[in-house]
C-alpha cells in the first residue's frame, strides 16, 4: 500500500508537470472498486494551481474552484508521460486521464476518485477527521499523541495505521517504527507512556521524510538490496539487533500483516497507574 512518503513523492512529480498548465482534455472511467465516476469534463479549460498530498489522500486544484482527490489505497499510482509517450500500463486500468500541452497524467487502479467544491471538501469526512500529518511543515506531535490516547484500549499497531490519529502511516512503516522504538506492537496504547509515543511519532516522520526522494524504501540507512528494512516482509529470517526469528501476524479487522522481533519487542506489562 502507498504510504504518505509515497504520496509526498507522486505530488512532486505531478506538480512539477501540472501547476500552472491548462487542462486541453479530461475524462475518466470505471475501474474495480471504483463506485462513483467523477465528470471530469468539469475541469477541462481549467488551469491546475496546486498539487499536494494530504496524508494519503492527493489532492489536485483547479482555478474554478474543483479539487479532484484520490486515494491509491492498495494497488492505485499516478503516472506522468509526455504527449504521445507509450504508457507503462493498459488503457483499461486508467481511471483518470488528465492532459495538458507539455504532460498526460493517469490514475491508474485508483478506486478513490472525487471532483469536489471547497464546501464538498469541508465537509468530506475522510479529509475533515484526519489527523496530524506526519510530513506536513508544521507537525504537532503533541496534537498526534492526544489522538492516540483516544485510542488507549487499542492495539499499538491498529492505532498506528488510523488516519484519524496521525496521517501518512502505512503498514511498512508501522512495523519499522515499532521496532525501532521497542514497542510491542500487540500491546494497547494505553500501555506506553506520553514520551513513548512521541518518540514512536518523531520516529515515523523521520522514516517518511528519509524516503520522500524516491527509490526503495529505506528505513535500516542501508540501500544495499536485501538490507533497506529491519523488520518488514523478514519473518522467519534473524533479527538484525539480535538474531532472533522475525515473527509476523495479521492484525485488526483488515488483517494487516505485522512483523515484529520478540525479543527486541517483548510484551509491554501495563504499567500500574496511580488512582
Known amino acids: ?31 474495480p472498486g471504483l463506485r462513483r465516476v467523477p465528470d471530469l469534463s468539469k475541469v477541462v479549460g481549467a488551469t491546475i494551481t496546486s498539487v499536494a498530498a494530504r496524508g494519503k489522500h492527493l489532492l489536485i486544484d483547479f482555478d474554478n474552484g474543483l479539487t479532484l482527490r484520490s486515494h491509491l489505497r492498495m494497488r492505485g499510482s499516478w503516472h506522468r508521460y509526455r504527449p504521445g509517450e507509450p504508457w507503462r500500463l493498459p488503457e483499461s486500468q486508467a481511471n483518470a486521464i488528465l492532459e495538458t500541452a507539455g504532460a498526460v497524467a493517469v490514475a491508474f487502479n485508483t478506486p478513490t476518485l472525487e471532483l469536489m467544491t471547497d464546501a464538498g471538501m469541508a465537509r468530506d469526512r475522510s479529509l475533515r477527521e484526519l489527523g496530524p500529518d506526519l510530513l506536513g511543515v508544521e507537525f504537532d506531535v503533541d496534537e498526534a499523541v492526544l489522538r492516540l490516547r483516544h485510542r488507549d484500549r487499542e492495539q499499538l499497531g491498529n492505532a498506528l495505521l488510523d488516519q484519524r490519529a496521525v496521517a501518512g502511516i502505512g503498514n511498512v512503516v508501522k512495523s519499522e517504527t515499532a521496532f525501532i522504538e521497542r514497542m510491542d506492537p500487540w500491546a494497547f496504547v494505553g500501555d506506553f507512556s506520553d514520551d513513548e509515543l512521541k518518540g514512536a511519532m518523531r520516529t515515523a516522520r523521520r522514516l517518511l521524510q528519509a524516503n520522500t526522494r524516491g527509490g526503495a524504501r529505506v528505513t535500516t540507512g542501508n540501500p544495499r538490496r536485501g538490507q533497506e528494512l529491519w523488520v518488514y516482509g523478514r519473518a522467519g529470517r534473524p533479527c538484525r539487533r539480535c538474531g532472533t526469528r522475525i515473527e509476523t501476524r495479521q492484525q485488526g479487522e483488515l488483517a494487516r500483516s505485522t512483523y515484529w522481533c520478540p525479543r527486541c519487542q517483548p510484551p509491554r506489562r501495563p504499567t500500574p497507574r496511580s488512582g
Do not use: H, K, Y
Open 1 to 31: 500500500m502507498p504510504e504518505g512518503d509515497t504520496i509526498f513523492r507522486t505530488a512532486a512529480v505531478l506538480r512539477s508537470v501540472l501547476v500552472g498548465e491548462r487542462v486541453d482534455a479530461a475524462r475518466a472511467r470505471p475501474g
